[in-house]
């Protein structure tokens, strides 16, 4: 999705507050590229700059996967919400948790590097025979 179509979304999700809309309109920008960078930081581990520039045209698109465009859309949303009133702010967290679900994925599959292997069950302290009379049982 490109920077203009993200902030058509954005306007779409809150279309029920048209009397907001001047309000927020000029933190779009800012809100979208917040949640950019949430996700340029989960998958390839940095911030806006350099390989991941922040969005400025209306023709400039987040260099990531397009299945993760949508969290940017669903973060700016929130942040516009979470500045409302009880009521507005509640029906936000929907769109925070879908935000926060994306991103998970992203962070599961091991974003630009692939996923790394994780390993369960290994005991975090050194060796212990078991013996409960030992000292430092169990951890020696």
Do not use: C
Request: avoid cysteine; proline fraction near 7%.
């Amino acid at each position: 999705m490109k920077l203009l179509e993200l902030q058509d979304y954005v306007l779409f999700q809150t279309n029920n507050d048209v009397d907001d809309l001047g309000d927020f309109t000029p933190y779009i920008n800012g809100y979208i590229n917040e949640g950019y960078d949430r996700l340029v930081e989960a998958y390839a581990r940095t911030h806006l700059g350099g390989e991941y520039p922040v969005l400025s045209a209306p023709a400039d698109e987040p260099n990531l996967p397009e299945w993760t465009h949508l969290a940017i859309a669903y973060w700016a949303t929130w942040l516009i919400y979470r500045n409302g009133n009880p009521n507005k702010q509640q029906r936000g967290l929907q769109f925070r948790a879908s935000a926060e679900e994306i991103k998970a994925k992203v962070l599961s599959s091991g974003g630009i590097n692939g996923k790394a292997d994780t390993f369960h069950n290994i005991p975090m302290f050194p060796y212990s025979s078991g013996k409960q009379d030992e000292p430092g049982y169990p951890y020696k």
